[in-house]
């Protein structure tokens, strides 16, 4: 079997962490630098499609609808977002590591179908939470999928974003009978118990990496 080979890097900023790119045939892994295991890979975003299906599945009966996608990662996200909603959608991405942009829009970039081509993809670079703040009911649906669960992974400022006053930013952020959605590489009750505290009601599905039921098991938050 082929091996993986590094084909780009990318500084994270604020904290002097890499991420690293690499290739196997038609495969592709992003991790972090001098850390174990892998962050996302090509093969394995059942559930990175299944965040946005599930939020968006309740914005199906609207119009205008503006949601936000907090992670760019392989752009399956996003591309699931595109997918389930209209023509007069817009989807806003926040991203705060410009290299991972620039290898959805390289080589990357067709394994989602490139869905930064798409006209209603507007990019916002920088820290979702600063876009939370600052856009109080902005947004139908807020999809964040930035680290490996409500903690943070690729840097620690994004622990805010899964603290108290960052889950009360996003309830804010979002419109009358908004959603917001959390991907999980497992379980968290401490988690689910901090966004009751902020008065959201919440369900936790499981959801499987690989499709059709393959994989190992994520989980995915929906508070509204």
């Not at 760019?72 to 817009?90: R, S």
């Not at 603290?163 to 590489?185: I, N, T």
Request: glycine fraction near 12%.
């Amino acid at each position: 079997m082929a091996k993986f080979e590094e084909i780009g890097t990318a500084s994270i900023p604020g904290q002097g962490g890499e991420l690293r790119l690499l290739q196997r045939n038609d495969e592709f892994s992003i991790r972090i630098a001098g850390k174990a295991g892998e962050l996302m890979n090509t093969r394995l975003h059942g559930s990175e499609d299944a965040l946005a299906e599930l939020a968006c599945k309740r914005l199906a009966d609207r119009s205008g609808v503006r949601v936000l996608v907090g992670g760019l990662g392989m752009g399956f996200t996003l591309a699931a977002a595109l997918k389930a909603l209209g023509e007069d959608a817009e989807v806003v991405v926040a991203e705060l590591v410009p290299g991972v942009v620039d290898w959805n829009r390289g080589p990357l970039g067709d394994a989602a179908g490139r869905p930064l081509d798409d006209p209603r993809t507007r990019i916002s670079l920088g820290d979702v939470g600063e876009l939370l703040r600052h856009d109080p009911d902005g947004f139908d649906a807020i999809m964040l999928d930035v680290d490996n669960g409500p903690e943070g992974l690729t840097r620690r400022e994004n622990d805010w974003l899964y603290s108290p006053r960052g889950l009360a930013a996003a309830q804010q952020a979002l419109r009358p009978e908004g959603v917001l959605a959390v991907w999980s590489a497992g379980q968290d009750p401490a988690f689910s118990e901090r966004l009751r505290r902020v008065g959201m009601l919440v369900e936790e599905i499981t959801v499987r990496a690989h499709r059709p039921g393959k994989g190992a098991k994520h989980r995915i938050w929906l508070a509204y």
